[in-house]
T-cell receptor
Framework: DSGVTQTPKHLITATGQRVTLRCSPR?????VYWYQQSLDQGLQFLIQ???????AKGNILERFSAQQFPDLHSELNLSSLELGDSALYFC?????????????FGQGTRLTVV | AQKVTQAQTEISVVEKEDVTLDCVYE???????LFWYKQPPSGELVFLIR??????QNEISGRYSWNFQKSTSSFNFTITASQVVDSAVYFC?????????????FGTGTRLTIIP
């Protein structure tokens, strides 16, 4: 158990809908990262938050947004969903900014858009 | 730009054989971090090792060992006496030490199958 909790584990929704994925980092970790794993794109970095502030952005679509709350949990919002958004979405956390320490991933949320 | 190449898409070996997974990286930074993660069939990403660019010592952890060679930009992973539980997809990843660009770049992964 990595200590990073992601909910829900599975999500099935229709095209055009909006969903929210939740991530609770390990106790004491300030950084949260979101990654998308799809068959054609592999593991892609989406966005990072550190202590409530956005720190880095990767290949995140405009239809997607995220935030980190004062209790340090994070949510990834995906809207106007398309079939191609079907993927495994991972959250990772680490104590500080950057990957200068180990970062541990949650079990992922498998999103299926039908 | 940083890049990680795992040229071996799939490997199958018979149980108890040794197997080496290759990882070659590209970066312009002198300070960077290399990682290996394991993704078993259940889907989670399991952290295996993190190595910084200034530490070229090889590391051994049980049946796992890692060979870091800056001269060839490689960070290879060897499993000795493989077991069926080692069957998984293994990812090599790279992070440059660059605040504000905290991306961890993954390779495409190597699917390892251990045949009983």
């Amino acid at each position: 158990d990595s200590g990073v909790t992601q909910t829900p584990k599975h999500l099935i929704t229709a095209t055009g809908q909006r969903v929210t994925l939740r991530c609770s980092p390990r106790s004491g970790d300030l950084s949260v990262y979101w990654y998308q794993q799809s068959l054609d794109q592999g593991l892609q970095f989406l966005i990072q938050y550190y202590n409530g502030e956005e720190r880095a952005k990767g290949n995140i679509l405009e239809r997607f947004s995220a935030q980190q709350f004062p209790d340090l949990h994070s949510e990834l919002n995906l809207s106007s969903l398309e079939l191609g958004d079907s993927a495994l979405y991972f959250c990772a956390s680490s104590p500080r900014q950057g990957w200068t320490t180990e970062a541990f991933f949650g079990q992922g949320t498998r999103l299926t858009v039908v | 730009a940083q890049k990680v190449t795992q040229a071996q898409t799939e490997i199958s070996v018979v149980e108890k054989e040794d197997v080496t997974l290759d990882c070659v990286y590209e970066t312009r930074d002198t300070t960077y971090y290399l990682f290996w993660y394991k993704q078993p069939p259940s889907g989670e990403l399991v952290f295996l090792i993190r190595r910084n660019s200034f530490d070229e010592q090889n590391e051994i952890s049980g049946r796992y060992s890692w060979n870091f060679q800056k001269s060839t930009s490689s960070f290879n992973f060897t499993i000795t006496a493989s077991q069926v539980v080692d069957s998984a997809v293994y990812f090599c990843a790279l992070s440059e030490f660059n605040f504000g660009n905290e991306k961890l770049t993954f390779g495409t992964g190597t699917r390892l199958t251990i045949i009983p």
